[in-house]
């Protein structure tokens, strides 16, 4: 069984990781997602598979790691487990930007894969919508989706739902597997 524990690593104050318990178990709901945003654009994982929520390390980005694809930033060391970090933004061919003390890392775990992906800011979790909107286009805005399972809508914005299965490919699973051995 996956871990219900959520840390906010950026954040040192008890009482915000108390508030974000509160918003983890204030839905009801068994399926929640935990959405954020990317360049104002609403993105949703299912809670299941966030193991964690940690600051971006400003001061000590993720080390890069040779022939890699560009959108895999590098690696962390998180209390002693390597774990690679990927760049959205770069994957599905957003333009760059810095990144503040609003920036997190959410770690994923999924099956065999544990990583992580950088997101401008953590938004809410919600329930898992029950509005589904559709699937999404093969291309939307020239940003490929081929990790989108569907577009949801929740109070009246329209949250891109993520296949965490899909972030990866084979390719790159091969050649972190690598340079994890």
């Not at 915000?16 to 609403?42: A, P």
């Amino acid at each position: 069984m996956k871990k219900n524990w959520w840390t906010l690593n950026k954040f040192s104050e008890e009482e915000d990781l108390l508030n974000l318990e509160m918003i983890f178990n204030s839905t009801g709901k068994k399926e929640q997602l935990i959405t954020f945003k990317i360049e104002d654009v609403f993105y949703g994982i299912e809670i299941s598979k966030i193991r964690e929520v940690t600051g971006y390390p400003i001061e000590k980005p993720p080390k890069p790691v040779p022939n890699l694809p560009d959108y895999i930033m590098g690696i962390i060391n998180l209390r002693g487990e390597m774990i690679p970090v990927l760049e959205l933004k770069k994957k599905m061919g957003l333009s760059e930007k810095q990144y503040n003390k609003f920036s997190v890392i959410l770690i994923i775990e999924d099956q065999e894969d544990v990583f992580g992906i950088v997101c401008d800011e953590v938004e809410e979790v919600i329930p898992f919508p029950e509005e589904k909107i559709d699937a999404p286009p093969e291309y939307i805005h020239d940003i490929d989706t081929s990790f989108i399972k569907f577009l949801g809508g929740h109070q009246n914005k329209i949250i891109h739902i993520l296949d965490t299965e899909k972030i990866l490919n084979m390719e790159d699973k091969k050649n972190l597997k690598k340079v994890l051995s």
